[in-house]
């Protein structure tokens, strides 16, 4: 076998071929977009290169054919807030072969160590904590757009070679017909009875500007005391919202307001997975028109929710329950036939509790691992869910 570190087209093309002989047989499978896995790796592209390094190696067998992958990478500036310098692995793909895994995470390690890193997180991404985090361990089901999906034999992988399961990672899925709005329809009767100062409003992108303040105010205070929390700024809004432009559905974002100042906000985006399975990776010139056409008629989709936030300031308000009311609303029953809450970390019981109000339920599990590079370093894995 040989690894060679991916540095050119040629060897950006047996990169992408690793999956590709991995989930031959696997119909369950949809190929990420290529173009967005290797422009996480392409500064310019990603903004974690303005604080952070990576490498991306592949592995070839003894017939030089592409059999494993694997990247490396370090966030400086999440490092200044460790207390220990963290590197991380990613996009970790390999035949059934226990010898040419030990490679690839061996060939990682040695760079994350020469690098002074003390410990590993895997498998993760290089960037935002909402996709392509941790290994896939209950409910191989067609993944979600930008969700890991793995053959259950990486489990395996990953403990012989020492990573110690850290992070339990949660999707939870509903039905908006099945939401239960009985335990708040007493509160939101109260709060309409008295002075009405409650509302939602659905996204308009003639608004941009202030929904683009009035979201990152919300989210920022929302989430602010969460681990590993990145805030996000109305620049950044606006950036991704133009770039979903073509696939977003207004009606499933929605802002709560309380006497006209952002208080809440519910945030879904149509799955596009389904609609992408045929462009093989690959979304071209022509593939992209037959793309959109597909989600433009479709009649039951699905949705994949970054979920919802309530302003600390306004918690009392009864903001929850009119966010809960928003997404049973007429059309989403009729238009979405599920709901996924996605990378819900389990130790966020907080999260947890209040998503659950809802009606929804574990569906999918992903575990993050990590391993300790230093003998002083014991990993002490987070709060795990019993789930049947």
């Not at 020469?114 to 993944?143: H, Q, S, T, V, Y």
């Not at 929904?211 to 805030?231: I, Q, S």
């Not at 996605?342 to 992903?366: F, L, P, Q």
């Amino acid at each position: 076998m040989t690894i060679i570190e991916v540095q050119n087209p040629e060897h950006w093309k047996l990169f992408h071929q690793v999956p590709h002989r991995i989930y031959a047989n696997d119909p369950n499978w949809i190929t990420p977009m290529e173009g967005d896995v290797q422009g996480t790796f392409t500064p310019g592209k990603n903004h974690a290169f303005d604080h952070g390094e990576a490498k991306v190696f592949v592995l070839l067998d003894e017939q030089n054919q592409a059999a494993g992958r694997i990247a490396a990478f370090i966030d400086h500036r999440n490092n200044k807030l460790q207390p220990y310098p963290l590197g991380g692995i990613g996009y970790f793909e390999c035949i059934e072969n226990p010898a040419y895994a030990k490679a690839l995470f061996e060939t990682a390690e040695n760079y994350l160590r020469e690098k002074g890193m003390k410990a590993i997180d895997g498998p993760i991404n290089f960037g935002g904590r909402d996709k392509f985090w941790g290994l896939l361990e209950k409910g191989f089901d067609p993944p979600l757009f930008q969700e890991t999906y793995n053959p259950p034999y990486y489990t395996d992988l990953f403990v012989a070679n020492g990573y110690i399961a850290w992070e339990q990672i949660l999707t939870m899925k509903g039905r908006p017909k099945d939401i239960d709005l009985s335990r708040l329809r007493a509160v939101i009767e109260r709060v309409r009875s008295g002075n009405n100062n409650i509302h939602v409003e659905t996204y308009n992108p003639a608004k941009l500007e202030q929904y683009a303040d009035d979201f990152t105010e919300v989210y920022n205070a929302a989430f602010g005391h969460y681990e590993h929390f990145r805030p996000a700024d109305p620049e950044g809004f606006k950036k991704l919202m133009k770039e979903v432009k073509n696939i977003i559905d207004p009606k499933f974002l929605g802002i709560a307001y309380y006497e006209d100042k952002p208080a809440g906000f519910c945030a879904f985006f149509p799955d596009i997975n389904p609609y992408l399975k045929f462009t093989k990776g690959k979304l071209n010139w022509w593939k992209a028109p037959l793309f959109l056409l597909k989600l433009k008629l479709s009649r039951r989709r699905q949705a994949k929710g970054t979920g919802f936030g309530v302003h600390p300031a306004y918690k009392t308000k009864g903001i929850f329950a009119f966010i809960v009311e928003f997404m049973n609303s007429d059309y989403i029953q009729e238009r979405y036939e599920n709901i996924y809450l996605t990378t819900v970390r389990a130790h966020n019981k907080e999260a947890v509790s209040i998503y659950m109000k809802t009606g929804v339920w574990v569906d999918r599990v992903h575990i993050g691992y990590r391993k300790s590079l230093d003998e002083s370093i014991v990993v002490e894995p987070n709060y795990f869910m019993e789930i049947a």
